[in-house]
């Protein structure tokens, strides 16, 4: 079946313009996650859906970062007033249930010049 | 506040040298430590979950074992095939949130 489809798999945006990376998990997965992983890095969290509503936003850095997941499905990752060192890539991932394990997408790697 | 170490941060092996991979964590409450394998401009891919001391998982050449204080990957007899990062990441009972925290990661390359 289909995995976690993330677009684009790149962006190249210029300093201070605003983004949007869009996530489709696998079918019938309730939880939606967004990871962030920097080189040499491990994936550091940001977001999680518990279908539509966010169950927990701990991991957003700041307010210019937001995401929605309006009808429990798809999600939007939304990046305004982008910097330089919000330069990563940008992980989704989803589960089935509560003893399921994580399943990432390939991620869209985000560059601010 | 869930921690993880990955060591060492890069293993190279000649094919066929079996070696492991260490995963040392701390966590409120364990609910599952888990494996994953990332290839250069992927994804992570999951391999194992284990959620208490002794559990052992394998699948082809890899076995993951776990402690109360760290896991281990080992990997016998290495192919070329098996070069990839390995992450580690834990999930606790903190909060009541489901979010695995992770490691930074082994790269592992294997040469032929």
């Known amino acids: ?113 | 506040e869930d921690q993880v170490t990955q060591s060492p941060e890069a293993l190279r092996l000649q094919e066929g040298e079996s070696s492991s991979l260490n995963c040392s964590y701390t966590v409120s409450g364990l609910r599952g430590l888990f494996w994953y394998r990332q290839d250069p401009g992927k994804g992570p891919e999951f391999l194992f979950t284990l959620y208490s001391a002794g559990e052992e998982k394998e699948k082809e050449r890899l076995k993951a074992t776990l402690t109360k204080k760290e896991s281990f990957l080992h990997i016998t007899a290495p192919k070329p095939e098996d070069s990839a990062t390995y992450l580690c990441a834990v999930r606790g009972v903190s909060g009541g949130s489901y979010i695995p925290t992770f490691g930074r990661g082994t790269s592992l390359i294997v040469h032929p």
């Open chain 1, 1 to 113: 079946g289909a995995g976690v489809s993330q677009t684009p798999s790149n962006k190249v945006t210029e300093k201070g313009k605003y983004v949007e990376l869009r996530c489709d998990p696998i079918s019938g997965h309730t939880a939606l996650y967004w990871y962030r992983q920097s080189l040499g890095q491990g994936p550091e969290f940001l977001i999680y859906f518990q279908g539509t509503g966010a169950a927990d936003d701990s991991g957003l850095p700041n307010d210019r970062f937001f995401a929605v997941r309006p009808e429990g499905s798809v999600s939007t990752l939304k990046i305004q007033r982008t910097e330089r060192g919000d330069s990563a890539v940008y992980l989704c991932a989803s589960r089935l249930s509560e003893n399921s394990p994580l399943h990432f997408g390939n991620g869209t790697r985000l560059t601010v010049t």
